[in-house]
Nanobody
Framework: QLQASGGGLVQPGGSLRLSCKAF????????IGWFRQGPGKEREGVAC????????YYAESVKGRFAISRDDDGAAVYLQMNSLEPEDTAVYYC??????????????WGQGTQVTISS
C-alpha cells in the first residue's frame, strides 16, 4: 500500500516536497510515478523513476522545476517541486509498477495529497 504526503498551500514561486512510502516494500524494485489531477482536468503523469537504475522521466510542463528521487535504502520516493505555479494546483498521487522502467499505476496507487498554489 502506498502512502503519499507532503501537500499543502503555498504561494506562487514556492516549494514543496512530496513523499511516497510503501511500508514493507523496497521501492528500488518498483517504478514509482507521480501523477496529478487538477480541477476539471484529467489525471496526467508528472514524473517517474524506474525500478533498478532509477532513470527519471518528466512531463514537459515540470522539467527544470520538479525533481523525483529515491532514498538509497528504498524506503521512500520524493518529488521536490520548486517554482510552483497556480497551474500546478492538483491532487498528487504516487503510483507503483513492479520491476519496470515505466509508470502506469498497474500495481497500485497512493491516496493522493492536495497541492494548492495561491497567493
Amino acid at each position: 500500500q502506498l502512502q503519499a504526503s507532503g501537500g499543502g498551500l503555498v504561494q506562487p514561486g514556492g516549494s514543496l516536497r512530496l513523499s511516497c512510502k510503501a511500508f514493507g516494500h523496497h521501492l528500488t524494485n518498483w517504478a514509482i510515478g507521480w501523477f496529478r489531477q487538477g480541477p476539471g482536468k484529467e489525471r496526467e503523469g508528472v514524473a517517474c523513476i524506474s525500478s533498478g537504475s532509477g532513470t527519471t522521466y518528466y512531463a514537459e510542463s515540470v522539467k527544470g522545476r520538479f525533481a523525483i528521487s529515491r532514498d538509497d535504502d528504498g524506503a521512500a520516493v520524493y518529488l521536490q517541486m520548486n517554482s510552483l505555479e497556480p497551474e500546478d494546483t492538483a491532487v498528487y498521487y504516487c503510483s507503483a509498477d513492479h520491476l519496470t522502467a515505466f509508470c502506469s499505476g498497474h500495481d497500485g496507487w497512493g491516496q493522493g495529497t492536495q497541492v494548492t498554489i495561491s497567493s
